[in-house]
């Protein structure tokens, strides 16, 4: 008669690992394309809030300029008050390989972009009036492959 053994078998051992395969198998893809979808949201509901934060600036100080910073791991928009005598500066950052589109007649990406106290393009050292620019001005933002026009209001 063997004595009592205690501890789990091979079969037992495997038949565990065989379902957290199946379990990972099935949760993964679904968890990264959680997290794009999060970083995407994040991306389109941070490009607005910089627009909508050059526009308040410009009207509550004369003007605003907004530069966008572009590096694969961190896009930064940074918001500065354009007008003499005010110092004003917003920082802005979304996931990295987000990319602000200014959509005139060409859609071409916004670096930097300038407006005066009504809200208007406007030319400041270091920003230029994009050509083409069709009224009123339509925004949109590009995350992983997809481009979503942004309302901003």
Request: charged letters at 10%; a neutral charge.
């Amino acid at each position: 008669m063997r004595p009592h053994q205690k501890g789990f078998t091979l079969v037992e051992l495997m038949v565990v690992i065989a379902m957290l395969a199946i379990i990972a198998a099935i949760a993964i893809p679904n968890w990264v394309q959680e997290v794009q979808q999060e970083n995407r949201n994040e991306s389109i509901d941070n490009s607005r809030s910089a627009i909508q934060q050059m526009y308040i600036t410009a009207l509550s100080s004369g003007g605003a300029s907004l530069s966008v910073n572009y590096s694969p791991s961190l896009t930064t928009y940074t918001i500065s008050a354009t007008a003499s005598g005010v110092s004003s500066t917003h920082t802005i950052r979304t996931p990295g390989g987000t990319t602000l589109y200014l959509d005139a007649p060409t859609a071409s990406s916004v670096s930097c972009f300038a407006i005066d106290g009504k809200g208007f393009p406007t030319t400041t050292s270091g920003c230029s009036i994009p050509a083409n620019l069709t009224y009123p001005l339509s925004w949109s933002v590009s995350y992983a492959g997809q481009t979503v026009p942004i309302s901003v209001q």
